[in-house]
């Protein structure tokens, strides 16, 4: 079984930093694509940022610039740091990686966690 644990959320002013983390827990062989999504009230989810096994980055519009995806292959984990940080990153954020685990490949999803920007 795998599981995605994510922490780092919070409440911060507009302009603030925040860094999320997302770290995969299991019988673990590697970790293909991992994403952050977002979902504000009312919104669908979107992605935010994703990275793969590679190292190949792509962001949201909305992101580019101010987020930074990573992720440490060693731990399983992955980050999304956000600078500057606007009202409108206001959503539950997610984690999602494409697991090979001793099961076979595993589409996982972290618990959310809740970003607040305050103006």
């Known amino acids: 079984q795998v599981q995605l644990v994510v922490s780092g959320g919070g409440l911060v002013q507009a302009g603030g930093s925040l860094r999320l983390s997302c770290a995969a827990i299991?019988?673990?062989?590697?970790?293909?694509?991992m994403g952050w999504y977002r979902q504000a009230p009312g919104k669908q989810r979107e992605l935010v940022a994703g990275?793969?096994?590679?190292?190949?980055?792509n962001y949201a519009d909305s992101a580019k610039g101010r987020f930074t995806i990573s992720r440490d292959n060693a731990k399983n984990t992955g980050y999304l740091q956000m600078n500057s940080l606007k009202p409108e990153d206001t959503a539950v954020y997610y984690c999602n990686a494409v697991v090979h685990s001793s099961y076979g490949p595993v589409n996982s999803w972290g618990q959310g966690t809740q970003v607040t920007v305050s103006s």
């Open positions: 299991g019988s673990i062989f590697s970790i293909n694509f």
């Open positions: 990275v793969t096994s590679g190292g190949t980055t």
